[in-house]
Nanobody, 118 residues
Framework: QLQLVESGGGSVQSGGSLRLSCTAS????????IAWFRQAPGKEREGVTC????????KYADSVKGRFTSSRDNAKKTVYLQMNSLKPEDTAVYYC???????????WGQGTQVTISS
């Protein structure tokens, strides 16, 4: 079992930065890939980035490429999403999710609100 809690959301102006954290409790994060999703009001949930269990491979949506960076510290059971050059269209609730292919299990956090004003 894994419990995920996101933190670090808030309100900033366009061009600003935020760093989100996704902290796990329960099981170790070592065997899990971690993804960040976001959902804006009235829109479908969108995949933002995914980082592998070792933390050496990360993929990004085109909309955030070059601005967002995902990293992880398995010893701290925490995954980070550094968001720079934020735009109003980045406004959404951001969720982290952990997936383990071997057991076909996934876990989700409760989300953290990110609001970017122009």
């Amino acid at each position: 079992q894994l419990q995920l809690v996101e933190s670090g959301g808030g309100s900033v102006q366009s061009g600003g930065s935020l760093r989100l954290s996704c902290t796990a409790s329960g099981d170790s994060l070592d065997d899990y890939a971690i993804a960040w999703f976001r959902q804006a009001p009235g829109k479908e949930r969108e995949g933002v980035t995914c980082i592998n269990s070792g933390g050496d491979v990360a993929k990004y949506a085109d909309s955030v490429k070059g601005r967002f960076t995902s990293s992880r510290d398995n010893a701290k059971k925490t995954v980070y999403l550094q968001m720079n050059s934020l735009k109003p269209e980045d406004t959404a609730v951001y969720y982290c999710a952990a997936a383990r292919v071997a057991t076909m299990t996934d876990y989700w956090g409760q989300g953290t609100q990110v609001t970017i004003s122009s």
